[in-house]
């Protein structure tokens, strides 16, 4: 067990809702990334999160955004959901100071189903 | 988009060393190379990492050629609970990126 917990761990919404997905970073880690899986893929990244600001991001639309608190957890919000939006979303947390170096620590992950 | 490239899939008996293969020619200097692994319906596991040397831990050793443009993830005793995806991965900035992996299957 990592030390990191997402939440919810399951839920459906259906096309055009907007969703918000929770992660609580494990203790002294300061970074927080976000990741999308489909089903038979692997992680795809989203967005980093370091010092409450976006550190890094990928091929992914401003409908998806972030953000993270003062005390390192963070959250995934996603606009107007679309069907391919059905995927498990996983946080991962680390440590800035072992970025170049260190290990992400993964939690469970949120499987969102978009009907 | 992932610098790596890894079979799809690979079989191994129970107790027998698995070992599984990486390609990333692309790979600049000072990029390390991680290796990930997912249980089903987990979130994905840190393994091992390394930059030019050999490195073994508790769970694996990770050879790397001299010329760093493959690798080798090796569970020297693999067990039904080793069965998962693998992932190699070459840290892309601040960031990993994840290709589609290799899913290892342990057969008893």
């Known amino acids: 067990e990592t030390g990191v917990t997402q939440s919810p761990t399951h839920l459906i919404k259906t096309r055009g809702q907007q969703v918000t997905l929770r992660c609580s970073s494990q203790?002294?880690?300061?970074?927080v990334s976000w990741y999308q899986q489909a089903l038979g893929q692997g992680p795809q990244f989203i967005f980093q999160?370091?010092?409450?600001?976006?550190?890094g991001r990928g091929n992914f639309p401003p409908r998806f955004s972030g953000l993270q608190f003062p005390n390192y957890s963070s959250e995934l919000n996603v606009n107007a959901l679309e069907l391919d939006d059905s995927a498990l979303y996983l946080c991962a947390s680390s440590s800035w100071n072992d970025m170049r170096t260190g290990e992400l620590f993964f939690g469970e992950g949120s499987r969102l189903t978009v009907l | 988009d992932a610098k790596t490239t890894q079979p799809p899939s690979m079989d191994c008996a129970e107790g027998r060393a698995a070992n599984l293969p990486c390609n990333h020619s692309t790979i600049s200097g000072n990029e390390y190379v991680y290796w990930y692994r997912q249980i089903h319906s987990q979130g994905p596991q840190y393994i091992i990492h390394?930059?030019?040397n050999n490195e073994t831990n508790e769970m694996a050793s990770l050879i790397i050629t001299e010329d760093r443009k493959s690798s080798t993830l090796i569970l020297p005793h693999a067990t039904l609970r080793d069965t998962a995806v693998y992932y190699c991965?070459?840290?892309?900035?601040?960031?990993?990126?994840f290709g589609a992996g290799t899913r290892l299957t342990v057969k008893p």
């Open positions: 203790s002294g880690h300061n970074t």
């Open positions: 390394g930059l030019k």
């Open positions: 991965i070459v840290r892309v900035d601040d960031d990993m990126r």
């Open positions: 999160y370091y010092r409450e600001e976006e550190n």
